[in-house]
């Protein structure tokens, strides 16, 4: 059983389809536009190097510093005292180890970088500068044909 406000009524599907049909006849018109188009391409752009310097420069390295000063109890002289003969280890160890341990860190850094990557897409979806214009035109639209369209629930 359905109960509807007295301030409510049905929202009938000729009105929906319109308004959805003059939103898609604006995207089509608007995708024309050299100046949005353009805008589109930068801001894909910035958002994609946004992504990818989170994922891969800000999370590795914040993760590779911030756990061994945790463990070093927020100690610098500690963490230093105990990184020091790890890195000695290193320098002193022949060129397969080295290598080994560079693969290891690579593969740590790549991995820790798409984990961030896959989870920075899905928290924070790109928004696309032709919906944001018809979204705008949207709302123009709406209080021009405010006596064609559904109150709003």
């Given at each position: 059983?359905?109960?509807?406000?007295?301030?409510?009524?049905?929202?009938?599907?000729?009105?929906?389809?319109?308004?959805?049909?003059?939103?898609?006849?604006?995207?089509?018109?608007?995708?024309?536009?050299?100046?949005?188009?353009?805008r589109f391409w930068r801001?894909?752009?910035?958002?994609?190097?946004?992504?990818?310097?989170?994922?891969?420069?800000?999370?590795?390295?914040?993760?590779?510093?911030?756990?061994?000063?945790?463990?070093s109890s927020f100690n610098?002289?500690?963490?230093?005292?105990?990184?020091?003969?790890?890195?000695?280890?290193?320098?002193?160890?022949?060129?397969?180890?080295?290598?080994?341990?560079?693969?290891?860190?690579?593969?740590?850094?790549?991995?820790?970088?798409?984990?961030?990557?896959?989870?920075?897409?899905?928290?924070?979806?790109?928004?696309?500068?032709?919906?944001?214009?018809?979204?705008?035109?949207?709302?123009?639209?709406?209080?021009?044909?405010?006596?064609?369209?559904?109150?709003?629930?």
């Open positions: 059983m359905t109960t509807y406000s007295p301030h409510t009524r049905a929202v009938d599907a000729p009105e929906v389809a319109a308004y959805w049909a003059e939103r898609r006849r604006y995207l089509e018109r608007v995708r024309r536009v050299p100046e949005i188009r353009q801001e894909v752009a910035i958002y994609l190097l946004r992504r990818l310097l989170w994922s891969f420069g800000f999370f590795p390295i914040f993760i590779a510093f911030w756990i061994p000063f945790v463990l610098p002289v500690v963490m230093a005292t105990d990184l020091i003969p790890l890195l000695q280890d290193f320098v002193d160890s022949n060129p397969e180890v080295q290598a080994t341990t560079i693969s290891t860190l690579s593969i740590a850094w790549a991995s820790i970088g798409f984990i961030f990557l896959v989870f920075d897409f899905v928290l924070t979806p790109f928004r696309s500068p032709y919906e944001y214009e018809a979204d705008v035109y949207m709302r123009s639209w709406e209080q021009l044909n405010v006596d064609q369209l559904p109150d709003k629930m």
